[in-house]
């Protein structure tokens, strides 16, 4: 008894320390915070402006996840509802992407010049650079330079390139929205040259194998057709149920064709009065489970079908 009291004082006695030094930590933690806060208001103050110190002070509380201290398990949510916050999160992202292009050097001095924030989002890396008391503009391959007091000449300067690059920028959309219309017809042609094809191989068979044949082929045609049309996130979601259906479907093929084990599963004809939902009931009650592992079936599996 004396033993287990003696350890119970112990754990005790470890937790009161631990805990003391956590809250100790937090607290160093938060005063980091709220020096770093009340250090923007300070920036802000005496610049009135945006500024390289303002977007470095964020970026450390995001990077080091000082906003946790603050109750705070995100940093957008640190930014979008924290009393001190300076501005929203979505203004934060599109501010430190000027940011990054830019450099901080270039970003303090645009910052109060009165460029609009959607003119310096136009400016690409390499466009605008400061050494020493000169701004030096690069416009396509022809570099400009003034002095940085010299405001006015190179900040209608900087206007100028900044529209140069969003007129090249619609010039670019517009390029690629051709190419992308032009893949799309390519696309569309082939795969009308592809249903052809199938068309005249059933025509000169003119049986219903030939038929359903070419039906299979235009319904590939028709899920790569739609596949490609996917966003990058959604394909990825949808390809491994997919496979592993395509899967499942050619080892019932290769069964049905006598290359498979175990007897092939027969799926009837639809009736006249048969809906196509019926129909597809029908059939996939016919498919046996015990053939098709449908847990261990993946797009593996599929790939090398």
Do not use: C
Request: avoid cysteine; aromatic fraction near 6%.
């Amino acid at each position: 008894m004396q033993g287990t009291e003696l350890e119970k004082i112990q754990n005790e006695a470890d937790e009161i320390v631990t805990s003391a030094i956590q809250s100790d930590s937090q607290q160093s933690a938060l005063n980091e915070l709220f020096f770093r806060l009340g250090g923007l208001d300070v920036i802000q103050t005496l610049a009135n402006n945006l500024n390289a110190a303002l977007i470095v002070n964020l970026q450390r509380i995001r990077d080091e996840e000082q906003y946790r201290v603050a109750g705070f398990n995100r940093f957008d949510d640190f930014m979008d509802n924290h009393p001190r916050s300076p501005m929203a999160y979505k203004k934060f992202n599109y501010i430190e992407g000027i940011f990054k292009t830019v450099g901080p050097d270039v970003f303090d001095v645009l910052s109060g010049s009165g460029l609009s924030l959607r003119q310096q989002k136009l400016l690409e890396r390499g466009d605008v650079e400061i050494d020493g008391d000169e701004i030096i503009i690069n416009h396509d391959g022809e570099i400009i330079s003034f002095e940085i007091t010299n405001r006015r000449e190179w900040l209608d300067s900087i206007k100028v390139l900044a529209k140069a690059n969003a007129e090249k920028s619609a010039k670019l959309d517009r390029q690629k929205e051709k190419i992308d219309r032009h893949d799309t017809e390519k696309r569309e042609i082939y795969a009308e040259l592809d249903k052809a094809r199938a068309a005249r191989a059933a025509e000169v068979s003119g049986d219903e194998h030939s038929m359903a044949l070419a039906s299979l082929g235009f319904a590939f045609v028709a899920l790569r057709e739609q596949a490609a049309r996917l966003s990058d996130a959604d394909r990825a979601a949808r390809r491994d149920n997919v496979l592993e259906i395509l899967a499942g479907q050619m080892q019932l093929t290769r069964e049905a064709y006598g290359s498979g084990p175990g007897r092939a599963n027969v799926i009837p004809a639809p009736a006249e009065t048969q809906s196509f939902d019926d129909y597809v009931t029908a059939g996939l009650a016919a498919i046996d489970l015990d053939v098709i592992d449908v847990d261990d079936n993946d797009a593996e599996l599929a790939a090398a079908l």
